[in-house]
């Protein structure tokens, strides 16, 4: 137990006013005794850092899968208000819109066969690895587009159905997107990479639906016992990188510039309506759109294969559903019996509107939105929905995945790749990455388990189950 955080319910923790000097409201955090131990000081006091920053209403929260990040905690959320309130870069991360998407197939596991010729189409289709370039020529015009229209403009270029995009966040683009604030460089970084998956963390993953919690939920959703999906997560590749570069160094002059005293450099910010802000909040948004694109793109080239290689209609593949895990947006939430509107950042966190909250797909208005958390590689993920208890405790927060316990340097060290692809072959789990140092960093023993990560955000009633999907082949970058 760190010293000075306290209990404030069966999954719920704070820490105090007081806990580190500056603190303008309390922490909270939601963590179960069996993750305790996994809780880092450093993580926690980044929490503690995030309440001292001005603006900030109600709470500095975080999720379960906290760990340690840049500036703001992985798995933090934060809610500033329009008035008095700063915008960091530190609290969105530098992979903008690093976010999942879950596809639909019509497919069942006894349909699949052998899985390994289905990863080498996708392998050799997807690009996937660290500064892949697309095969696809996009020039400055088209990645303007990509920047300011999102989704809709890969849907619209024929990469997609129509539907898709109303099964996005935000209908997958961000307004206010300014590229007159994304720089040549990061221009330069993102125009050859649209289309491609990336590295580190970001999977494409063939999973099937192995247990039902919610049936109701389930079909509204369109997910059924027994079947194949598709599971992608990646972001803004290089652009997303560079813009947030570009302007963490325009930010922490602009700090100063502004009296804004920061107890971590790592929070430079600017106040939200202030040139500054609105130059990054302009840039973050061309991120955010370009990566919701990108995400299309590579749907399109898996269902484009599995209807070649299974038969079946391109048409048969919905999308269920897609997430940003990190992104600062403006919401309404009540604070204080107030309706206000809000500069929320969620930093490898989900949004999770529960039911008769707009921006909610078609069929799921009296559900709740669907919210996708990706297990870690040989590990369960789930489909929850969202509640009006994360509206009213955590600015319609949950948790993004089971959260690291390793660093990729500590796994390297400690894990042997090929030892872990064959650890995942005897457990029926395919993998196909570009190295065993990349299966090593991404390895299941390197996070929290996700099943307990989720099963606290259940239990709080931040989100609730609604299916488990197991991995039946992983493609990894």
Known sequence: MIEGIRKAGPFEW?????????MRVPGRFFLSEELMPTLEEGALQQCANMATLPGIEKYALAMPDIHWGYGFPIGGVGAFSIDDGIISPGGVGFDINCGVRLIATPLTTEDLGRIQPLLSHLFTRIPTGIGTKSPLR??????DAMMTE????????????KGDVTRCEEQGSIDGADSTHVSGKARARGRPQCGTLGAGNHFLEIQSV???????????????????????HCGSRGLGHQICTDHIAILEKAAKKYGISLPDPQLACAPITSPDGEAYFGAM?????????NRQMITHFTREIIARQFSVDYEEMP????????????????VDGKKKKLCVHRKGATRAFGPGNHDLPPGCEEIGQPVLIPGSMGTSSFILKGTQTAMDRTFGSTCHGAGRVLSRSQAKKHIDGGDIRDRLGHQGISVKATSNKV?????????KPSSEVVRVVHEAGLSLRVARLEPKGVIKG
């Not at 999102?150 to 159905?161: I, K, P």
């Not at 049936?215 to 194949?228: D, K, L, M, S, Y």
């Not at 600062?328 to 009540?334: G, I, S, W």
């Not at 299966?439 to 996070?447: H, L």
């Open 14 to 22: 704070e820490i105090p006013v007081g806990f580190t000097p500056g």
């Open 138 to 143: 996009v020039s400055d015009q088209d990645l």
């Open 150 to 161: 999102g989704a809709s403009w890969a849907v619209n270029q024929g990469y997609g159905l």
């Open 210 to 232: 192995e247990e039902i919690f919610d049936p109701v939920a389930a079909e509204a959703f369109g997910i059924a016992q027994g079947q194949v999906c598709v599971m992608i």
């Open 285 to 293: 948004a061309c991120a955010a759109n370009y990566a919701w694109a």
């Open 319 to 334: 999308l269920i559903y897609d997430v940003a895990h990190n992104v600062a947006k403006f919401e309404e939430h009540m």
């Open 439 to 447: 299966i090593a960093e991404e390895a299941p023993d390197a996070y």
